[in-house]
């Protein structure tokens, strides 16, 4: 299971960075698209927010089955690196619905994005490392 566990961890951290991706494709997308006179309103759409809107369910789902797995291995400290990175994801989730009203609550949603991606990044590296035994000095 620690195997699983890792593998998670390193899938939820390498989804954050092609959700980033996916934002800047989409971003330059709109500049490229406004600049050919494209109207942007509220039935258009591009892949990279398509995809960023779709990967964003994906890393929520494996952020529960991650959070599920942890109760399954003996990884040091794994339980709470998971029940952090769910709690992430469900702030990045508020976060993302609060930030279409107030858009400057979207910097949040970015750099939240970074803490699940750097935490999932930890508890991948800790399934990683065999559990040390304990001796008294």
């Known amino acids: 299971m620690r195997k699983v566990y890792r593998v998670l961890g390193l899938l939820i951290a390498i989804a954050v960075v092609l959700q980033i991706a996916s934002i800047a494709l989409s971003g330059f997308t709109i500049a490229k698209d406004a600049d050919d006179g494209t109207a942007i309103g509220a039935d258009y759409s591009n892949f990279g927010q398509s995809y960023h809107s779709i990967a964003g369910t994906v890393i929520g789902l494996l952020a529960l089955v991650f959070l599920i797995v942890s109760f399954l291995t003996d990884v040091p400290r794994g339980r709470v690196l998971a029940g952090i990175v769910f709690g992430l994801v469900v702030l ?28 999932a990044s930890m508890g ?7 559990n040390q035994p304990v001796t008294s000095g």
Do not use: W
Request: aromatic share 6%; proline share 6%.
């Open 92 to 119: 990045q989730f508020l976060l993302a619905v609060v930030s279409f009203g107030v858009p400057a609550l979207g910097v949040l949603h970015g750099i939240n994005g970074l803490a699940v991606a750097a935490v």
């Open 124 to 130: 991948a590296r800790r399934a990683a490392v065999p």
